[in-house]
């Protein structure tokens, strides 16, 4: 079963192997990946969870859309958003 711990969280799972800082780093992508985001679509919180790598979907309104491997928009997006998109 999935064993929590203070300091590393949810990677306690993964018990003393492959290093603290490490399991540290692991633990900060599975938060991001968990917290609550808002639909892009909808705009409701709470409601959006992956479906794969890179794809997530919305509980409410049912859209799937193409993000990032561990959270429903990658960095880049705004960007590309601004300059590709718009010429
Ligand atoms: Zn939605």
Known sequence: MARRTKIVGPVGSYGPRYGVSVRKRVRDILERKKAPHAC??????????????????????????????YTPRSGIAPYFKKYIIKQ
Do not use: E, S
Request: with cysteine; charged share 15%; net charge positive.
């Open 40 to 69: 892009p679509f909808c705009g409701r919180t709470g409601t959006v969870y992956r479906v794969a790598v890179g794809i997530w979907a919305c509980k409410k309104c049912g859209n799937v859309w193409a993000g990032a491997a």
